[in-house]
């Protein structure tokens, strides 16, 4: 089944412990994205990616960090999460540009 | 900067009848693509609907229809037979010509009652 996985679903964790959301496509996709949803805010852009090893910054890219060493997988890390970094987070990805992007199941981030 | 604004937070519909939720974007780009994606209770984010903007046509997926006016920067979502499963939170988003960022709206929640 054609589908991009996010691991964990939610996870609940301390101010300033490194955490890494995992993000995997199985459909070859060249394009990659992470993004927030936010209540009030809808969704908001953090980085993307549009091949292996190139990456950039979206809207909300600070406190995050991103790698694309596999065309399939792309990991969102926080380095050192704060309170303000808890969100909703989904991981997308596209065939090409312009086209529809799917979205992996979310991950609800705590950060207390 | 573009910018999506959907200015009904929530909304309600009776099972079978029609509903439109209504957007309107801003931007000085000339040609661009727009969506819809539903958000269900299980937060999926689905693809309703895309319209690309040179298309004067309004795009149409089953009971799911948008009138996108151009010149007033508007692309509203018409859901006809409203069902059950249709509960679900709405948003409109906006991309540029030759990128892969999607610019989100606020969300419109919207509730089907029997």
């Known amino acids: 089944e054609a589908q991009v996985t996010q691991n964990p679903r939610y996870l609940i964790t301390v101010t300033g412990k490194k955490l890494t959301v995992t993000c995997s496509q199985n459909?070859?996709?060249?394009?990659m994205s992470w993004y927030r949803q936010d209540p009030g805010l809808g969704l908001r852009q953090i980085y993307y990616?549009?091949?292996?090893?190139?990456?950039d910054k979206g809207d909300v890219p600070e406190g995050y960090k991103v790698s694309r060493k596999e065309k399939r997988n792309f990991p969102l890390i926080l380095e050192s999460p704060s309170p303000n970094q808890t969100s909703l987070y989904f991981c997308?990805?596209?065939?090409?540009?312009?086209?529809?992007?799917?979205f992996g199941q979310g991950t609800r981030l705590t950060v207390v | 900067a573009q910018t999506v604004t959907q200015s009904q937070p929530e909304m309600s519909v009776q099972e079978a009848e029609t509903v439109t939720l209504s957007c309107t974007y801003d931007?000085?780009?000339?040609?661009?693509?727009l969506f819809w994606y539903k958000q269900p209770p299980s937060r999926q984010m689905i693809l309703v609907i895309r319209?690309?903007?040179?298309?004067?046509q309004n795009a149409t997926e089953n009971r799911f229809s948008v009138n996108f006016q151009k010149a007033a920067k508007s692309f509203s979502l018409k859901i006809s037979d409203s069902q059950l499963g249709d509960t679900a939170m709405y948003f409109c988003?906006?991309?540029?010509?030759?990128?892969?960022?999607?610019?989100f709206g606020t969300g419109t929640r919207l509730q089907v009652f029997p």
């Open positions: 459909m070859n996709h060249e394009y």
């Open positions: 319209q690309e903007a040179y298309k004067q």
């Open positions: 997308a990805s596209s065939p090409a540009l312009n086209t529809e992007a799917f």
């Open positions: 931007t000085s780009e000339n040609n661009y693509y």
């Open positions: 988003a906006f991309m540029k010509l030759y990128t892969d960022k999607l610019i």
């Open positions: 990616s549009m091949n292996v090893e190139v990456t």
